[in-house]
């Protein structure tokens, strides 16, 4: 068995990429999120899959409780052999509003909690020759949106910091990559949709299909499985020559 540890996996694509580990029945898993139902998620996983979970409410801003959610883990499961990096928050606005604090939340949250989180789990995965750090980016890891500074700026982070760890991890079969997803329909996609509506001064339909999948070829949410299935098959064993990518799942908005 191995552990795999996914960062803000009590909800949408950490919870989806979750379930298709489970399903593998390979994979001990550490939950973690702030949904106040964490614990019973990790549970309901263990008994429908068959599988040894754990669940931490380590706050991604908090980097003593973010070192201490790494400790509690090796000391259950052993090891820390794949690392999701996926919790994420985002705020819309124009720059001139964009408030401070959404600001520093944003660039913690969704970019520096993964330094911290990679740098704690880098011993052991290079003792052992084996890493996998995946990062869950985003479509803005690579292009902007207007009303997104922050987020984009984070993502675009994200994705520079996963090329760096490539480089770092190559001499120890530790990978590191970036997944690149589109729309994905999870809470925060829903209560971006209301924002969007909002600034846009739009209904919400007419900010799904002109605002949030005009960039999109493909005018589909992106599945969350297939993120899944992307995140197993860059954990695998044989993955090892993947590494510093920045990939795309976005129905072809990268393409354009
Ligand atoms: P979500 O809101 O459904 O889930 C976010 C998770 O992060 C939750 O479990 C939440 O508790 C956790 N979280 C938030 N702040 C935290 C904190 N301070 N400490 C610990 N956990 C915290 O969102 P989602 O859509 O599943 O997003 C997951 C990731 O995917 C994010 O990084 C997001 O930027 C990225 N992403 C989402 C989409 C999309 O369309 N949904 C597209 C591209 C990228």
Redesign the pocket.
């Known amino acids: 068995m191995k552990t795999i540890l996914i ?10 990429i979750a379930h298709e580990f489970a399903k593998t029945k390979q994979y001990n898993i550490v939950f ?4 106040p139902n ?1 614990q019973e998620i990790a549970d309901g996983v263990a008994k429908d899959f068959g599988i040894a979970t754990m669940y931490s ?6 980097p003593e409780e973010l070192r201490k959610m790494v400790n509690d883990a090796i000391a259950k499961f052993g090891a820390i052999d794949v690392l999701i ?6 705020h819309v606005s124009p720059i001139e509003d964009f408030p401070d604090d959404k600001w520093n ?1 944003i660039i ?3 970019l520096t ?1 993964a330094f911290y989180l990679s740098k704690a789990v880098w011993k052991g995965m290079k003792e052992r020759k084996f890493g996998r750090i995946i990062n ?5 890891g690579l292009v902007a949106s207007e009303f997104k500074s922050a ?1 984009v700026a ?2 675009h982070g994200i994705v520079g910091f996963t090329k760096t760890l490539g480089l770092e991890g190559a001499p120890f079969n530790i990978t590191c990559n970036a997944i ?10 829903d ?2 949709i209301a924002d969007q509506a909002k600034v846009h001064n739009m209904s919400e339909a007419d900010v799904i299909n002109k605002v949030m999948l005009l960039k999109q070829a493909v005018k589909e ?2 599945p ?1 499985e297939i993120l899944g299935q992307m995140a197993l098959l860059l954990a695998s064993d044989g993955a090892s020559t993947i590494t510093g990518t920045a990939l795309p799942i ?1 129905g072809g908005w990268n393409a354009q």
Do not use: R, W
Request: charged share 10%; net charge positive; with cysteine.
């Open positions: 960062t803000g996996s009590t909800s949408g694509i950490g919870l989806g973690n999120g702030l949904e964490g409410n380590a706050n991604m801003l908090m990096n996926n919790a994420g928050i985002q939340a913690g949250i969704n909690s869950i980016a985003s479509a803005h987020y984070s993502k690149c997803p589109g729309y994905v329909k999870t809470p925060l996609v209560k971006q949410f992106v969350v976005d």
